[in-house]
C-alpha cells in the first residue's frame, strides 16, 4: 500500500516536544516495517524509511500528493476549500473546539474525545518504544516532574506546582522557564521548583528516571496526552485531573485523579504504593506503535473499500468549553 501522511505545519523529525510529529513519525515508521511504502507532505525534514515531500503552501495539497497513492492520510483538518479527490482519512489530534461537524472519515485518539462527537470509534496513539531504549526501572527517586508546555495554561503548571509545595517534594519542570512572558507573566520563585526549558531526549529520559511521578493537573478535556504515556513506560505513576482522556489513561493502579490539589498531594507523598514495572507494563502493553498502526491499516482498508469510518458525519454532541475547568 502507498499511504501519505500530511501534515502541512510539521518539521521532521520532531522540534522540540512535537507530539504530533513524533506519532506521525512513529506511526510512519510502523507501517513502513510492514512493507508499505510511506511518504510525508510536511513543511520540510529528512528520514530515513520514508520519502518526505516538501508542502508548497501556493499549491492545494490534493495537487502535491504522488499520482499513485493509494490513501491519504490527513493529521489536521484541510484548509477551507480544500478537498482530497481520494481516498483519505483524517486524524483529530486537537479538541476541535470550533469544530461542529466532521468528515465521516474522521479518526479520533481516544474514547472521550470520540464520544464529544457522538462516537465509539478511536484509535489510542502509539510511541516506539526503541526510540526510549529500557528504562531504569529500579533507579532511585526522588521529586516530581511536569511535562508539557508550561505556558499554555490549560496544561495548569500553576496546579502541579501547588500540588507539589502541599506534598512537599521538588518538582522538575520539563517544557517552561521560570519567567515567562509567552501567555501573560509569570515569575516562580521558589528553588523547589527546577526548570529544565525544552529538553531533549536524553535528559528528558534522565528527569523521568528519577522522578517519583508526573503531577499533570489540565484544566481541559486533554485529547490523549503523550506525556502521560511516556511517564509510565518509565515507571512514574501519574497524578493528576480526571478530565478528557485521563481516565482510559490512567486506571487506578497506576495512577490516582482528582481535581483537588490536596487530595492529589495526598496521592504524592503515597506514591511508594505505585510499582514502578506495574507502571512500565501498561505503557507497553496499551501504547505501542505497533497496535496504532495495525489499527490504522484497519481503516485504511475500510476506506480503500469505500466504507466510510462512520455511517453519518460526526457531529459535537456538546457545547465546547469555554474557559478553564475547575481545579481546587
Known sequence: ?????VNVYATLPAERY????????????????????????????????????RHDRRRPVDDQLPPDTDVVHLQHVLPEGESIGRPHLTTMHGSGSKVVELDRNTVFVSRDQAGRFGSTGFIHNGVDWEDYGPPRL??????????????????????????????????HVAGGFRLNFRMGFRLTLSPRVRFHGWVEDEEKRSLLERSKGLVYPVRWREPFGLALV????????????????????????????????????????????????????????????????????????????????HAEPPRRTQPPDTGLLPFA
Open 138 to 171: 529500579d533507579a532511585p527517586r526522588s521529586g516530581l516532574h511536569f511535562l508539557g508546555d508550561g505556558a499554555w495554561k490549560v496544561k495548569n503548571l500553576r496546579g502541579a506546582i501547588r500540588v507539589a509545595r502541599l506534598a512537599g517534594e521538588e518538582l
Open 230 to 309: 511516556e511517564s509510565l513506560y518509565f515507571g512514574c505513576p501519574v497524578f493528576g485531573t480526571p478530565y478528557g482522556s485521563l481516565p482510559e489513561i490512567v486506571p487506578p493502579d497506576v495512577g490516582f485523579l482528582s481535581a483537588d490539589s490536596a487530595e492529589l498531594a495526598e496521592a504524592v507523598r503515597g506514591a511508594a504504593r505505585f510499582d514502578a514495572r506495574r507502571c512500565h507494563a501498561h505503557a507497553v502493553s496499551s501504547f505501542g506503535a505497533r497496535a496504532m498502526a495495525d489499527a490504522y491499516l484497519v481503516a485504511y482498508e475500510r476506506v480503500l473499500a469505500g466504507e466510510p469510518l
Open 18 to 53: 512535537g507530539g504530533i510529529e513524533r506519532v506521525m513519525w512513529w506511526l510512519g515508521k510502523a507501517l513502513a516495517r510492514r512493507g508499505h511504502e510511506v511518504s510525508y507532505l510536511v513543511v520540510d525534514g529528512t528520514c530515513p524509511f520514508a520519502r518526505v515531500i
Open 1 to 5: 500500500m502507498k499511504i501519505v501522511l
